[in-house]
């Protein structure tokens, strides 16, 4: 069982940056690739952006590519998420998750754990 909780977000102004963070619990995080996805009042939940076990590849949704940077320490079992430029269309509730290999993964039913979720919102 993995255990993921998110912290960082908050209330940013258009252009402003954010770190959000998510510690995991247990000894297998770093077999495990990570994701961040987000979701919007009324949206799906969308993919932002993915990381493998080992962090030598990452990739990242379209509208996040250039201003978003997804990073890992295993050492201390946390993955983080970088916002920077941040726009008020990244406002949304944004969720770490967990899968249960190492390479990176795109789709929400690729991964098992899911976190609580942290609240990041972006003022015009």
């Known amino acids: 069982q993995v255990q993921l909780v998110e912290s960082g977000g908050g209330l940013v102004q258009a252009g402003g940056s954010l770190r959000l963070s998510c510690a995991a619990s247990?000894?297998?995080?770093?077999?495990?690739?990570m994701g961040w996805f987000r979701q919007a009042p009324g949206k799906e939940r969308e993919f932002v952006a993915t990381?493998?076990?080992?962090?030598?590849?990452?990739s990242y949704a379209d509208s996040v590519k250039g201003r978003f940077t997804i990073s890992r320490d295993n050492a201390k079992n946390t993955v983080y998420l970088q916002m920077n430029s941040l726009k008020p269309e990244d406002t949304a509730v944004y969720y770490c998750?967990?899968?249960?290999?190492?390479?990176?993964?795109?789709?929400?039913?690729?991964?098992?754990?899911w976190g609580q979720g942290t609240q990041v919102t972006v003022s015009s």
């Open positions: 247990g000894r297998t995080f770093s077999t495990r690739a």
């Open positions: 990381i493998s076990a080992s962090g030598g590849v990452t």
């Open positions: 998750a967990a899968r249960p290999g190492i390479n990176i993964g795109r789709l929400t039913y690729e991964y098992a754990y």
